[in-house]
């Protein structure tokens, strides 16, 4: 059973920076992406980013573009999301995903495995 492990997460001032960290082992296929969402209590899971397994090809909500960047690690199965230039709003629970099928999807039904996730919590 593959497992995703989210870390990272805290409390940041607006304007702050965090680095989300996210681990998936047991992987049996070579080409996969790993995707970032976030949820808050009153609205519903929304995509953050995705990035493929050789960190080639990236895409970005238009709420965080510019901001937040996602990359490969050195370790194998391991990405991070760098996030800068934080907001309130960006305040939520935030989730990594493994989608197997490479679709490049955004679409979080098309992920197959998920982390725990990780809270990410900016003060005003």
């Known amino acids: 059973q593959v497992q995703v492990v989210e870390s990272g997460g805290g409390l940041v001032q607006a304007g702050g920076s965090l680095r989300l960290s996210c681990a998936a082992s047991?992987?049996?296929?070579?080409?996969?992406?790993m995707g970032w969402f976030r949820q808050t209590p009153w609205k519903e899971r929304e995509f953050v980013a995705v990035?493929?397994?050789?960190?080639?090809?990236?895409d970005y909500a238009n709420a965080v573009k510019g901001r937040f960047t996602s990359s490969r690690g050195n370790a194998k199965n391991t990405v991070y999301l760098q996030m800068n230039s934080l907001k309130p709003e960006d305040t939520a629970v935030y989730y990594c995903?493994?989608?197997?099928?490479?679709?490049?999807?955004?679409?979080?039904?098309?992920?197959?495995?998920w982390g725990q996730g990780t809270q990410v919590t900016v003060s005003s």
């Open positions: 990035i493929t397994w050789n960190g080639e090809i990236t």
């Open positions: 047991r992987l049996t296929v070579d080409d996969y992406a």
């Open positions: 995903a493994v989608e197997l099928n490479l679709l490049g999807s955004t679409n979080e039904r098309d992920f197959d495995y």
